[in-house]
C-alpha cells in the first residue's frame, strides 16, 4: 500500500566540534525513551544491551478509561478490541451450535461480565510489562515528558520537575483518539474508542473494528461514512467486508457528514447531519455515538521548541530511513512518524531495530515494504502488499494479473451461513514468473493465514523470518518473533512483545 513506503531524508547536523564536546559529556542515560507502548516498551527493553535506559510513559487518559503502562495496544487497542471480536464471534457460535445439536437456552446477558473480564486481563498485561521492565534493569518513571534540546527530557511530576539528560532520545507516544471540535456537542455528548473499552454497562447505538463486536453482541449499531470505508485498503475487498457486515445486522450511514449533536431531554442523543451529495439535511437519534479520529501524539512534546520537522497536514514527525529526525540524536517511530503503518507489530520492529542501531549491535533498518495486516470485522479481512488499484497505479492495467476466487469456509457450511463475502485476490505482476506483488483474503482466521503467506514476500529463511512483521494479536505473530534454539536449552516461553 502507498502509505506504507515513504523517502529518505539528509538533516543537517551540527559542527563536528561541538559534537565531539557532546559525547564527551556525562549523561544521566543513554537512553530515554518517551512512551510507554508497545512499540517503546520493545525500544527500552531491547536497548539494555549494556546500556542505561529510562522510559517515561505517563498518559493523559480519556476522562472515562484508567490506563496502566503498554499504551494503547493494552489499554484500548489491539487487546480489548480483538477480545470484544471474539467476544462477538462466539456469540455467531452459539448460533451455528444449534444446527450441530446443541441445545442452548435462553439468551445470555454479558455486558458486565465480559467488560470486567477484559479489564482484568489488560490490567495483568500492565503488571507484566512493569516487571519485564524491573527485569531488565530499565528505569521505569510514570511522568509525562518533553522536549528542551537534543539531549535533554524535562519531566512532570506531582512533586515539580525533573530534568533527565541522554545520549539519545527516542519519541514513541503513538495517536490518540481526537474529537472533531467543529462540530457542536461533539465533545460533550459523544465518546471514542478509548472509551468503549472501558464502559461498565452497554453503550446501545455506537461507529469498522468497533461496529462489528458491538453487532456481534447483540447492539443496534450504525456507522456513518463520509466518503469510503477502509480508505488505503483494497476497495473491491472493503466493498465485500461492509456488504457481509451490513447482512451481520451492521447499518451503514453512506455518503454523510455529522453536523451537530444534542443531548435531548430523553438522554437520548439527536445527530443532525448532511447529506454530502445532494447537501440536505436529516435527524436521527441514537443512545451513544462514537467518534472513530486519530491524531498523532505531539502536542506536549516541545517538538517545536527543539525546531522538529513536522507534516503540517497531518502533524506527524519527518523521519530518516534510519528513524532519525531533523534533531541530531532525537529519533522516533511508531504511529507519530510520517510514512510509518500504524500497526503496533510494526512499532516494536523498528523499536527493537533502532536499540540495536543507537547499541552499536547492528545496522539493520526497518523494512516498511510488505508489512501484512488484518482487520477484524465480523468477516476478517487479512492482506499483506498492494491493493489492486495501488499495484495498477505502479504497473499499470495490461502490467498486472489479478487471479480470484470466492470460496465457502467448511465451518460455513453445517451451520448455513452465507459466505458469499469470502473471497481470495492475489495480485501480480503479468510478465516473467508473475511476481506476487499483493495477497488478500477475506474469511475466518484471516490473521492466522495472512500471517504465513507474509513470509513468502521475504523469503523462506530463518534471517527473513525474524524480517517479518507480525499481526497483532494473533497466534501466528508469535512464529516470526521465535529465536530461542533447543540447542541452547533456554526457556522458550515467550513473555512479552
Not at 437519534?285 to 501524539?297: F, G, Q
Not at 502488499?385 to 505502479?394: C, D, F, I, T, V
Request: proline share 3%; net charge positive; with cysteine.
Amino acid at each position: 500500500m502507498a502509505a506504507l513506503c515513504r523517502g529518505r531524508h539528509r538533516w543537517k547536523r551540527t559542527n563536528c566540534l561541538y559534537v565531539l564536546t557532546r559525547n564527551l559529556t556525562k549523561y544521566d542515560y543513554d537512553l530515554v525513551v518517551i512512551g510507554g507502548g508497545s512499540g517503546g516498551l520493545s525500544c527500552s527493553k531491547e536497548a539494555q544491551l549494556g546500556q542505561k535506559v529510562a522510559v517515561l510513559d505517563y498518559v493523559e487518559p480519556s476522562v472515562k478509561t484508567k490506563w496502566g503502562l503498554g499504551g494503547t495496544c493494552v489499554n484500548v487497542g489491539c487487546i480489548p478490541k480483538k477480545l470484544m471480536h471474539q467476544a462477538a464471534l462466539l456469540g455467531t457460535a452459539v448460533k451455528d451450535a444449534k444446527k450441530y445439536g446443541w441445545q442452548i437456552s435462553g439468551p445470555v446477558s454479558h455486558d458486565a461480565t465480559m467488560a470486567e473480564a477484559i479489564q482484568n486481563h489488560v490490567r495483568s498485561l500492565n503488571w507484566g510489562h512493569r516487571v519485564q521492565l524491573q527485569d531488565r534493569k530499565v528505569k521505569y518513571l510514570n511522568i509525562k515528558g518533553s522536549l528542551l534540546d537534543e539531549h535533554t527530557v524535562k519531566g512532570l511530576t506531582k512533586a515539580g520537575k525533573e530534568i533527565l539528560t541522554a545520549k539519545n532520545i527516542v519519541i514513541a507516544t503513538g495517536g490518540r483518539p481526537k474529537y472533531p471540535t467543529n462540530i457542536p456537542g461533539a465533545m460533550e455528548h459523544g465518546i471514542t474508542s478509548d472509551d468503549i473499552f472501558w464502559l461498565k454497562k452497554s453503550p446501545g447505538k455506537v461507529a469498522l473494528e468497533c461496529a462489528g463486536f458491538l453487532t456481534g453482541i447483540g447492539l443496534d449499531t450504525t456507522v456513518m461514512v463520509r466518503s469510503i470505508a477502509l480508505r488505503g485498503f483494497d476497495q473491491q475487498i472493503a466493498g465485500l467486508v461492509t456488504d457481509y457486515m451490513e447482512t451481520y445486522g451492521t447499518k451503514f450511514a453512506w455518503k454523510c457528514a455529522p453536523k451537530r449533536v444534542d443531548k435531548l431531554s430523553s438522554g437520548a442523543l439527536q445527530v443532525t447531519w448532511t447529506d454530502t451529495q445532494t447537501g440536505s439535511e436529516h435527524k436521527d437519534t441514537y443512545d451513544s455515538v462514537l467518534w472513530a479520529v486519530r491524531a498523532p501524539e505531539t502536542k506536549a512534546l516541545g517538538l517545536d521548541k527543539v525546531g522538529m520537522q513536522l507534516n503540517n497536514e497531518t502533524g506527524k514527525i519527518v523521519l530518516g530511513a534510519d528513524e532519525s529526525t531533523s534533531v541530531p540524536n532525537i529519533y522516533a517511530f511508531g504511529d507519530i512518524g510520517e510514512g510509518c503503518p500504524e500497526l503496533t507489530p510494526t512499532a516494536i520492529k523498528a523499536g527493537k531495530l533502532l536499540a540495536r542501531r543507537l547499541a552499536g549491535q547492528s545496522t539493520e533498518l526497518m523494512n516498511y515494504d510488505n508489512v501484512p495486516t488484518t482487520v477484524f470485522t465480523p468477516l476478517e479481512y487479512g492482506c499483506v502488499g498492494l491493493s489492486e488499484e495501488e499495484a495498477e497505479k505502479r504497473h499499470g492495467k495490461d502490467g498486472i494479473e489479478v487471479y480470484h476466487a470466492f470460496y465457502k469456509p467448511l465451518e460455513f457450511t453445517v451451520a448455513e451461513r452465507d459466505a458469499s463475502q469470502c473471497y481470495i485476490k492475489v495480485v501480480c505482476e503479468r510478465a516473467g514468473d508473475q511476481r506476487i506483488l499483493g495477497l488478500h483474503f477475506t474469511g475466518p482466521n484471516a490473521g492466522e493465514v495472512t500471517q504465513g503467506f507474509a513470509m513468502g514476500f521475504c523469503g523462506a529463511t530463518y534471517s527473513h523470518l525474524l524480517q517479518t512483521v507480525g499481526i497483532h494479536p494473533t497466534c501466528a505473530e508469535e512464529v516470526v518473533k521465535i529465536n530461542i534454539t533447543k540447542r541452547s536449552g533456554l526457556d522458550a516461553t515467550v513473555t512479552g512483545c
